[in-house]
């Protein structure tokens, strides 16, 4: 009888399959939740600002163990770039996550089709939390494509770059903290751009809801795609030079984009209070990582490494001839050939 063996992730580890649902069901809900609530306040900046970080907050403790909870495409090529995971993932990631965003604008399109005020309903086509820029976006203040564009930038460089520090394995004391500190940089963000361009720094959150926004919130999404990616790709190539790595970098991960294989699965265990089974020590410029005393010491020297045993045989065509050492012993002395 042929037995069958089935390859299974090792115990507490997250197939792909499960890290890829976790993502798509964690962007439909930071959709649905955080653009809902702009669309229930009229886009004030307070309860969107904090709807958006509170909802990040609970999906990072929710599904951090999973998949390390990006939830956004922009932090999952900051994270590509910074050594933390192979851009094979990357690339899975970014797809879920805007299939995910899809369902989740969807989904609010569809409750929103039952609301109206004075009488005249929301249709498909009018404003769902979408992200704009120029005189027609915006009730009050109004930026132009360039101060849009800059702005993404900026919001979303500080936000991969809290991601990237607080989950830095170097700073394990805030580990079980960093869900809030990355919430509460989501919602501060929010308070700087929801009055001028809606605040993205996600082009899953964008896309998810444009397609439902009618055609100004498609014509100007490209914005929010392209600037978050480059806010997030140029802090993410820029940590690891900054302020060192925190150990090797993923297979297939930085600047070098090949896939990374098997070897590449096994090294994915990012962010969020995602830890590996078995982590290996932390080493740099001669110093280790003790997490027992929290502090660094330093690192055990390799010893050194025996000698060559002699030849007792002449290369092809030698002779050997022995005799005694200066020291009594026996030495054997290899001539060259004739």
């Not at 249709?123 to 027609?136: A, I, R």
């Not at 770059?161 to 990355?182: F, G, H, K, M, Q």
Request: charged content about 10%; hydrophobic content about 45%; proline content about 8%.
């Amino acid at each position: 009888m042929t037995e069958v063996v089935i390859d299974a992730p090792e115990p507490g580890t997250s197939t792909l399959a499960q890290k890829l649902l976790a993502e798509a069901i964690g962007t439909a809900i930071l959709v649905f939740v955080g653009c809902g609530t702009a669309v229930a306040t009229g886009g004030d900046v307070a309860p969107t600002g904090l709807a958006f970080g509170i909802t990040i907050l609970m999906l990072a403790y929710s599904f951090g163990r999973v998949s390390g909870g990006h939830f956004n495409p922009a932090v999952s090529v900051g994270a590509a770039l910074a050594g933390r995971i192979a851009w094979k993932d990357t690339g899975l990631y970014a797809a879920v996550q805007v299939v995910g965003a899809l369902v989740g604008g969807l989904l609010l399109a569809l409750v929103a089709l039952s609301i109206h005020a004075g009488g005249v309903h929301w249709k498909f086509g009018d404003p769902l939390g979408n992200n704009g820029y120029g005189d027609d976006y915006g009730a009050h203040l109004h930026i132009g494509v360039g101060g849009a564009l800059l702005l993404e930038v900026i919001l979303t460089g500080i936000f991969v770059l809290v991601i990237l520090a607080v989950t830095d394995l170097r700073n394990p004391t805030i580990a079980p903290l960093a869900p809030l500190a990355i919430g509460l940089s989501l919602a501060a963000i929010h308070f700087v751009g929801i009055n001028l361009d809606g605040t993205s720094v996600n082009p899953a959150r964008s896309l998810g809801v444009a397609f439902f926004s009618g055609s100004d919130a498609i014509k100007d999404v490209w914005l929010f795609i392209v600037a978050p990616l480059i806010g997030a790709a140029l802090v993410g190539a820029a940590y690891p030079v900054l302020f060192g790595r925190d150990g090797d970098p993923v297979p297939g991960s930085g600047l070098k984009l090949g896939g990374g294989g098997a070897a590449a699965d096994q090294a994915f265990a990012q962010q969020w209070g995602q830890q590996a089974t078995a982590q290996q020590p932390i080493i740099q410029d001669g110093w280790q990582w003790d997490p027992a005393t929290q502090q660094w010491i330093p690192a055990p020297q390799q010893p050194p490494a025996p000698p060559a045993p002699q030849a007792s045989q002449a290369p092809l065509g030698g002779e050997v001839q022995g005799g005694p050492s200066q020291d009594g012993g026996e030495h054997t002395q290899v001539l060259p050939p004739q």
